[in-house]
């Protein structure tokens, strides 16, 4: 299994996001190749997943643990086991960025 690359663009100092917390956060996410699959970053709109309840894939989730507020952070891979997997609408087998 791959690992979960994570790039620390711009500390902070505030609270830190953990299982349970609900976060408003930018993305975008996008295939290796850059291809876009999703981002309300690009409506300029948040989303607001509560971390733990499974309401973004795994290692988005595992990613973001830590984060802090005001802080900018990028998962740089996430290997497909900790993406969307088999058999969904996404693409398959598809490490992330």
Not at 1 to 4: D, G, I
Not at 82 to 86: K, R, V
């Given at each position: 299994?791959?690992?979960?690359a994570i790039e620390n663009i711009?500390?902070?100092?505030?609270?830190s996001a953990?299982?349970?917390?609900?976060l408003a956060v930018h993305h975008t996410g996008q295939l290796m190749d850059g291809t876009?699959?999703?981002?309300?970053?690009?409506?300029?709109?948040?989303?607001e997943p509560a971390l733990g309840l499974g309401e973004v894939i795994c290692g988005w989730a595992l990613g973001?643990?830590?984060?802090?507020v005001s802080?900018?952070?990028?998962?740089?891979i996430i290997p497909l086991e900790?993406?969307?997997?088999?058999g969904v609408s996404r693409p398959p087998h598809s490490t992330l960025r």
């Open positions: 299994m791959a690992n979960l711009r500390s902070n100092e505030g609270a953990g299982n349970g917390k609900v876009n699959l999703d981002g309300p970053y690009d409506r300029r709109r948040l989303i973001v643990v830590g984060w802090q802080g900018k952070q990028e998962p740089t900790l993406a969307y997997g088999i």
